[in-house]
């Protein structure tokens, strides 16, 4: 019968981080610090584009941002950051099928969070100093999205947190199971596009513009911009896309694997 190349991906995915996690906390976290930083470099340079081209063509804005976005995930798969939300499907298949415990699973997610978050406050600090950023406004394009999200209700931000980490995780899958380079390429560009043009939740993401918002010129500006709003939305959001990217891309797909049949993701 054919081997699966789904559970050795996850399998040596899981080996790999728990490894690390165990022997160098500092160069998991590390790891994770880019992560947060590379989605914020994408986010800040999208944005200002976003602003551009809506005074040449209003409304353009929202087709360009998620374009730019996107090659921040790019970033992250092709340079081997930990991003929390790709964890979730990898952690949650290799916990079911017991390449990992389940309690060493969640050590390593509340761990990689909370240094996406660290990245994005790095960068998104340089970025609101930056002279991009110094002439921000309350009409600007990220200070409108930042709104929008704290806006939304709990419900909605479950909901939106699910459907985020579904398409972030088709991308993931399509890196770890094509194996065309650029086709990978163009894969994870186009579900990561998907997902932030339909404005979905994703907690890094969300982690990367309320981290530009919070250090610039206009936060004080901000509706719903307060500290308990924040761990609310992000709170709800990281619910949401655990459920998304674990419940149900990663144990779905643990399941089709892990029994000796024909039909296997090779």
Not at 195 to 209: G, K, R
Not at 222 to 243: K, P
Request: glycine share 8%.
């Amino acid at each position: 019968m054919p081997q699966s190349t789904f559970i050795s991906k996850i399998e040596a995915a899981c080996l790999k981080k728990e490894a690390l996690f165990d022997q160098s906390k500092g160069k998991y976290a590390l790891r994770s610090i880019f992560a947060g930083a590379f989605l914020t470099f994408s986010t800040g340079a999208g944005a200002i584009a976003a602003d551009l081209i809506n005074k040449i063509v209003p409304g353009f804005g929202r087709f360009l941002f998620p374009f730019i976005f996107a090659w921040g995930l790019a970033y992250i798969v092709f340079l081997n950051a930990e991003l929390v939300t790709s964890n979730m499907m990898f952690l949650t298949a290799g916990s079911y099928l017991k390449k990992i415990s389940w309690k060493k699973s969640l050590s390593i997610l509340l761990f990689c969070t909370f240094f996406n978050l660290v990245g994005t406050l790095i960068v998104g600090w340089a970025f609101a100093n930056s002279a991009a950023y110094a002439t921000l406004s309350h009409d600007s394009f990220i200070v409108g999205v930042v709104e929008t999200k704290l806006a939304r209700t709990n419900d909605l931000v479950l909901l939106e947190g699910i459907i985020a980490n579904i398409f972030v995780n088709i991308a993931i899958l399509s890196f770890i199971l094509v194996k065309d380079g650029t086709a990978k390429l163009c894969l994870v560009l186009s579900a990561i596009y998907m997902f932030v043009f339909l404005t979905n939740e994703h907690l890094a993401a969300n982690f990367a513009s309320f981290s530009i918002v919070k250090f610039s010129v206009v936060a004080d500006q901000v509706a719903h911009f307060d500290f308990l709003n924040i761990l609310r939305h992000w709170g709800v959001t990281f619910l949401g896309n655990l459920i998304g990217g674990g419940i149900l891309i990663g144990l779905p797909y643990a399941w089709l694997n892990s029994k000796q049949t024909d039909y296997v993701d090779e």
